[in-house]
Nanobody, 124 residues
Framework: QVQLVESGGGLVQPGGSLRLSCVASGRTFSMYAMGWFRQAPGKEREFVAGISRSGGSSSYADSVKGRFTISRDNAKSTVFLQMNSLKPEDTAVYYC?????????????????WGQGTQVTVSS
């Protein structure tokens, strides 16, 4: 079992930045690729970014490329999502998830464990 706890969400103005964190406990963190997903009201959960077990490979949704950066610290069992140039359409609940694959997948169904989510609201 892996337990995931996200933090760092909040209210930010358009153009602002936030840094989300997700701390894992339980099994060895470095055995999992990690992903960030988001879900807005009335919409399906969508892939935002993913990072491989070692941190050497990452992928992003087209909508966040150039604005968001995913990273991980395996020594601290933590994955981060740095979000810059935020837009109102980035408003959603953000979830981190763990996948036992080597590389991150974009389908939510591929992930084994999920956090409880953290709300991000971008509004003036």
């Amino acid at each position: 079992q892996v337990q995931l706890v996200e933090s760092g969400g909040g209210l930010v103005q358009p153009g602002g930045s936030l840094r989300l964190s997700c701390v894992a406990s339980g099994r060895t963190f470095s055995m999992y690729a990690m992903g960030w997903f988001r879900q807005a009201p009335g919409k399906e959960r969508e892939f935002v970014a993913g990072i491989s077990r070692s941190g050497g490979s990452s992928s992003y949704a087209d909508s966040v490329k150039g604005r968001f950066t995913i990273s991980r610290d395996n020594a601290k069992s933590t994955v981060f999502l740095q979000m810059n140039s935020l837009k109102p359409e980035d408003t959603a609940v953000y979830y981190c998830a763990a996948d036992s694959s080597w590389f991150p997948q974009q389908s939510p169904g591929e992930y084994d464990y999920w956090g409880q989510g953290t709300q991000v609201t971008v509004s003036s």
